[in-house]
């Protein structure tokens, strides 16, 4: 029997919430969706990926797309060529995703000058100290 998490309690490991930012928490994640998104309903492939999401490596970029997959976020098509030519698109599911992730980033963009002030003014006060 599984338990249900009680909802919102991020202290516990089966909160729902908790285990999504497991998953989606990394900043290469929120890359490939926002990528994936742009050219939807389109297929993106793998190089092309690559290529905009500035400083990716091709292991971190094959893990992250490997887990969306597993996930159900993303569809994975291989084309049987020599070498394979490997296309990714969001699903339903990952399209669905899309829109909290960009008013994430909206927020990050109104408010990380602020958090970066407070961290510098951290940092002079442990100088300081």
């Keep these: 029997m599984t338990r249900r998490s009680a909802r919102g309690d991020l202290f516990d490991p089966a909160c729902p919430t908790r285990r999504l930012l497991d998953r989606i928490g990394t900043k290469w994640t929120s890359m490939a969706v926002k990528v994936l998104a742009e050219a939807a309903p389109d297929e993106v492939r793998f190089a092309e990926l690559r290529r905009r999401m500035p400083g990716v490596s091709q292991k971190m970029l094959s893990v992250t797309l490997h887990s969306l ?11 049987p060529t020599v070498p394979p030519r490997v296309h990714y698109r969001l699903t339903e599911l990952g399209l669905s995703l899309e829109a909290p992730l960009a008013a994430l980033r909206t927020w990050a963009e109104q408010h990380m000058a602020e958090i970066d002030r407070a961290n510098a003014d951290a940092q002079a006060d442990l100088v300081d100290s």
């Design 69 to 79: 997959v597993r996930d159900g976020l993303v569809a994975r098509r291989v084309e």
